[in-house]
């Protein structure tokens, strides 16, 4: 059986925006210039997996009661959608509706994440991500991804928007051949390929450190014919 599960994700062109605008990226014109060559078989526009921000119940919480709070460390932070974030902070008390597991944010439920979907100020900004563990892929797989649901993706964080673990640019031989097998969407087509990218990864000093899982991210119409 699947284990299928939904986000609600920027959609890329304005995660995109936000990412070379951001003080990190503006910081540091030279070095990112040097890696966009380096990938320059990459076209970023195209990536269709998790590493994008992902809405969440941010600033909001539900205690014990169902009583909803606002967390005292964001109460300034000016956050959007309050009303679709509040309903989240809300599906967080029930059982199986809505997970949160290490700070991860999906949605079990299709009806759940098209209601909040619904709730949003700036809907053009975002779309509905349907992700799947642990099966295999079918005609609609727009390919395998790598991170966890919580806006981050090993694929994402090297080549398409880095930011917080970029490559080390004296140890990536291996990465660069290993992420010119990706497709279209910017995804691996194959799960042994992302596997032995995973792999690769977790080897490297200067990449982010943990427990990742392997998505395969679905779209809503059969995939194009898929090209390595």
Request: hydrophobic share 35%.
């Amino acid at each position: 059986m699947s284990d299928r599960r939904f986000i609600i994700s920027e959609k890329m062109d304005v995660y995109r925006r936000k990412y070379l605008e951001h003080p990190n990226s503006l910081a540091n014109p030279e070095y990112f210039k040097e890696l966009a060559e380096k990938f320059a078989f990459i076209n970023p526009d195209n990536y269709k997996g998790i590493g994008r921000t992902v809405l969440e119940s941010t600033p909001f919480f539900a205690d014990e009661s169902g009583e909803i709070e606002t967390l005292e460390q964001y109460k300034d932070f000016g956050f959007d959608n309050l009303l679709a974030r509040r309903e989240i902070a809300k599906l967080r008390l029930a059982d199986n509706e809505f997970e949160d597991l290490e700070n991860e944010f999906y949605f079990k439920k299709k009806a759940d994440v098209e209601n909040i979907f619904q709730l949003l100020e700036n809907i053009n900004d975002y779309e509905i991500v349907k992700v799947i563990l642990n099966t295999e892929p079918s005609e609609f797989t727009l390919g395998y991804d790598i991170g966890w649901l919580n806006g981050y993706s090993i694929i994402c964080d090297t080549c398409i928007t880095p930011m917080w673990h970029p490559p080390d640019f004296e140890d990536m031989e291996n990465i660069i051949s290993s992420l010119k097998l990706l497709n279209e969407n910017c995804l691996f087509n194959d799960y042994a390929e992302a596997l032995r990218y995973l792999e690769i990864y977790n080897n490297k000093s200067w990449g982010e450190k943990g427990n990742f899982e392997i998505y395969w991210v679905e779209g809503e119409k059969p995939a194009a014919n898929k090209t390595s």
